[in-house]
Each structure stands twice: as C-alpha cells, then as structure tokens.
C-alpha cells in the first residue's frame, strides 16, 4: 500500500516538472508606447510587464500595470493615469491569446523564428481582439521575444479632449520586447 502511495506521488511530481519546463516566464518584460502628436513626444515605458509562455501549447499571457509606465516628463505620466487610463478604475492592461504557429518554433535549438500571435487585449476595461507577427531569438536556451501593434484609443474608450488633439495621436503604436526563461 505505501509504495503506491510514493509511486503515485512521484508520478504527480514527474508531471509537474514536465510542465514546468514546458513554461517561460519573465517579470521584467518592456513594452514602450508611442502616442506622439504632432506637436509633442508622448511615449511611455512599462519594465515590469510579466509574460508567460506555455511552449507545448503556445499558450501567451502578458499583464502590466497601468502606473508602471513612465514617461519623460511627470505630469505626462499625471495625465496618462488620471485623465485617460484611469489607472485607479482600470489598473491593468492584458492579454491572452496564442502562437498559432507554435508548432514552427524549435524551443530547443537556436535560432530565429517567425510567430503569428492572436487573441484578446485588454485596455481600460475593453476588450477587443488582436493579432501580430512577432519574432523569438533562442540563444543557449533563452528566449528573447518582440513585437509591435498598433491600436486605436477609440476602440478601448480613451478619449482625447478637441484642447490636446494635436498633441496626442488617436492611434499608438506599442512596442514588446522580453526575455524569458524557464519556470523553475
């Protein structure tokens, strides 16, 4: 009876492990933002984005908190959480989707690779979806990962008032880079 019991729990702990090196995650993930306008630079930059990556699925997750961007002047970053974010009520910006490509992805040999990315972005309560071409660089066993979309503030709810039209463009581009590791 209790070598059952160890095997059936060495079993559950072998499956575990096989997940988790399945996983790639990071905490310091970098989106930076683009709204300029044509009188003045607006950008943005978020370091503390997580991501994870489940590579036998394809499965992608990102998340980042609103009041984590930081921008080259203060009360930019002032406007950006209370007047049109509204970091208070919508705290976080995310996304859930998948690599409808995963497949083409060799995770364990070096290399570039190509990668379709669709699924569900969340922005200021909205949710609408999406889809991107991105690329993976794999390096000794670490994964790099960017990509770039473009959306309209419209589409999620954020309104720009007719007194700063001209200085904040309507639709921002946004920048992801990451590097991720496995899941220990």
């Keep these: 009876m209790n070598i059952r019991i160890v095997i059936v729990l060495f079993g559950l702990l072998s499956l575990n492990f096989a997940q988790a090196q399945n996983r790639i995650f990071?905490?310091?993930?970098?989106?930076?933002?683009?709204?300029?306008?044509n009188l003045e630079k607006i950008q943005g930059v978020n370091k503390k984005v997580t991501c994870a990556i489940d590579k036998s699925t394809g499965a992608?997750?990102?998340?980042?908190?609103?009041k984590a961007f930081q921008f080259e002047k203060a009360l930019m970053e002032e406007h950006f959480n209370d007047n049109y974010v509204e970091s208070d009520k919508f705290p976080k910006a995310s996304f859930k989707g998948r690599?409808?490509?995963a497949q083409a992805i060799n995770w364990s040999k070096d290399g570039k690779y190509s990668a379709?990315?669709?699924?569900?972005?969340?922005?200021?309560g909205i949710t609408k979806r999406i889809s991107s071409k991105g690329?993976?660089?794999?390096?000794?066993?670490?994964?790099?990962?960017k990509s770039s979309i473009s959306i309209n503030l419209k589409d999620y709810g954020i309104e720009i008032p007719?007194?700063?039209?001209?200085n904040i463009s309507e639709k921002v581009s946004?920048?992801?880079?990451?590097?991720?590791?496995?899941?220990?």
């Design 26 to 37: 990071t905490k310091t993930g970098k989106i930076t933002f683009d709204a300029t306008g």
């Design 60 to 66: 992608v997750e990102f998340a980042a908190l609103m």
């Design 99 to 101: 690599i409808t490509n």
């Design 116 to 124: 379709n990315v669709e699924g569900d972005l969340t922005i200021h």
């Design 135 to 145: 690329n993976f660089v794999i390096e000794n066993g670490v994964v790099s990962a």
């Design 162 to 166: 007719a007194l700063v039209k001209e």
């Design 174 to 184: 946004i920048d992801i880079d990451v590097l991720l590791n496995s899941v220990k």
